[in-house]
């Protein structure tokens, strides 16, 4: 942080850094509220619609995460350009006889959850934030220097202008410029993973299945998308994710076919490949006065649940619902007071999703006899006991604990 001087100031009650999902989402949960809102985004995001080709990132959302979506008036856009429900799960351990399957009939829900391109998201976010009137993007736009002002933050963008708020609200991911700015320290643990992604389409349907093998260097999943593609996460080493990435077409094809054992026959058609670096990061802390952290920049989670944006979304919810009831009752939006009790609601939840994930990646890749005979246990055990099982729906698709007034359709 650095103490500037400057002239003309343009000041806002909150502003946005990072118009990613989570701080655009964040953003339209503030709409027609009595805030001036500003979002900061560095990248000028790639609205195109339709587009030739299937993004690259896939995300699975929750049940919570659409609805909070359809609060915000997004999910329509979203299911106007493209989204595939899955109405079951299907995991299993490539090395023993462990399986589990979830099926949306066993809770009566009509899905398990939507599989959505990033892109397509963003898009839809971008759509609902352009008919916001207190919102304003500013984009691209990167902050320099932030400085603490004596109701908020202060900070200059690279290009001149110089913005205050009563609160900033940090969304610019798991690396977050204003986190590290604001001096707040994170918990961050390598996997020592990479996922390779990419879109493939395979000689059988996937059948609206969600399928998930955990290989003993790591998780393969097939996500399905709409016409029949899948989306893959293949979580594994880092040398094997290079070696992926650099295999020939056909190659990488026969690869990816015999790690997932032909479950849906022949890959036929493969896209562009990705590869992400895969590490957890929990902030120490959420908020100080006149600034919170939310989605990526307070917490970032291995892929392996799919939890990563759905946890991100429930904190814009909860955080906009803290402020609205401030705001209600007279209290400032940069308080501590108030933003502790976003803290509270939200830091709890994350911690134990974060810790579930830790321990799933650990079980999942020990080579163990013990671990591994134990792991299997616990897949046909938990796939019998009905009760456990559809708690562990509910919960995965967001139904469970204390959920925000966006979430419950309110
Ligand atoms: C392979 C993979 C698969 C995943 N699958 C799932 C899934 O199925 N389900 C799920 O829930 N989650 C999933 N996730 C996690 C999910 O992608 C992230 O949790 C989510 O993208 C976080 O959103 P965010 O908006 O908080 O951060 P980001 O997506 O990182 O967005 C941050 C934004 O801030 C901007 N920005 C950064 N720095 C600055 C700056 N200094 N100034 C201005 N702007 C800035 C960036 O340009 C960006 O737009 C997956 C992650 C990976 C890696």
């Known amino acids: 942080m650095t103490n500037i001087v400057t002239n003309k100031v343009d000041k806002y009650d909150v502003i946005v850094v990072g118009g990613g999902m989570v701080g655009a989402a964040f953003a339209c949960a503030l709409a027609d509220s009595r805030l001036r809102v500003a979002v900061v985004e560095a990248k000028s995001p790639d609205l195109q619609w339709p587009k030739p080709a299937y993004d690259l990132r896939t995300s699975a959302l929750s049940r919570a995460s659409q609805r909070i979506l359809e609060s915000l008036q997004v999910w329509p856009h979203i299911e106007a350009m493209r989204a595939s429900p899955y109405t079951d799960m299907h995991v299993w351990d490539a090395s023993g006889k462990g399986v589990i399957h979830f099926d949306c009939a066993d809770i009566g829900e009509p899905s398990l959850g939507h599989i959505v391109e990033n892109g397509v998201i963003l898009a839809a976010l971008y759509q609902r934030l352009q008919s916001i009137g207190n919102v304003q993007l500013l984009c691209p736009a990167t902050p320099r220097r932030l400085t603490k002002a004596l109701d908020g933050y202060l900070f200059t963008l690279e290009q001149g202008q110089t913005l205050q708020a009563d609160l900033i609200v940090a969304a610019d991911g798991a690396r977050?410029?204003?986190?590290?700015?604001?001096?707040?320290?994170?918990?961050?643990?390598?996997?020592?993973?990479?996922?390779?992604?990419?879109?493939?389409?395979?000689?059988?349907?996937?059948?609206?299945?969600?399928?998930?093998?955990?290989?003993?260097?790591?998780?393969?999943?097939?996500l399905p998308l709409t016409d029949g593609y899948s989306s893959i996460v293949?979580?594994?080493?880092?040398?094997?994710?290079?070696a992926l990435l650099?295999?020939?077409?056909?190659?990488?094809?026969?690869?990816?076919?015999?790690?997932?054992?032909?479950?849906?026959?022949?890959i036929t058609q493969v896209g562009e490949r990705g590869?992400?670096?895969?590490?957890?990061?929990?902030?120490?802390?959420?908020?100080?006065?006149?600034?919170?952290?939310?989605?990526?920049?307070?917490?970032?989670?291995?892929?392996?649940?799919?939890?990563?944006?759905?946890?991100?979304?429930?904190?814009?919810?909860?955080?906009?619902?803290?402020?609205?009831?401030?705001l209600a009752q007279g209290k400032h939006i940069g308080a501590f007071d108030v933003l502790r009790r976003y803290e509270r609601w939200r830091k709890g939840d994350n911690a134990s999703m974060l810790a579930?994930?830790?321990?799933?990646?650990?079980?999942?890749?020990?080579?163990?006899?013990?671990?591994?005979?134990?792991?299997?246990l616990g897949f046909t055990l938990t796939n019998r006991a009905t009760p456990a099982k559809n708690f562990f729906i509910r919960y995965a698709m967001g139904l469970v604990g204390d959920l925000p007034k966006l979430a419950k359709g309110v």
Not at 234 to 242: G, L
Not at 255 to 263: I, R
Not at 358 to 374: C, D, I
Request: proline share 5%; glycine share 6%; charged share 15%.
């Open 356 to 376: 579930a994930m830790s321990t799933f990646k650990s079980v999942f890749t020990s080579n163990s006899p013990l671990v591994q005979l134990g792991r299997n």
């Open 176 to 222: 977050s410029w204003v986190r590290q700015a604001a001096g707040i320290e994170a918990h961050i643990e390598d996997y020592h993973q990479t996922a390779v992604v990419t879109n493939v389409k395979t000689a059988q349907h996937h059948q609206y299945t969600a399928w998930q093998v955990f290989l003993p260097t790591g998780p393969l999943a097939f």
């Open 246 to 266: 650099a295999m020939e077409e056909d190659e990488f094809k026969t690869a990816l076919e015999t790690a997932f054992a032909g479950t849906l026959g022949a």
């Open 275 to 326: 590869a992400f670096p895969l590490r957890s990061l929990h902030a120490t802390h959420y908020v100080k006065p006149g600034l919170a952290l939310v989605g990526d920049a307070a917490h970032a989670i291995h892929p392996l649940a799919g939890q990563g944006v759905n946890l991100g979304f429930a904190d814009a919810a909860c955080l906009a619902e803290v402020l609205i009831d401030a």
């Open 234 to 242: 293949w979580s594994t080493s880092p040398e094997h994710a290079q």
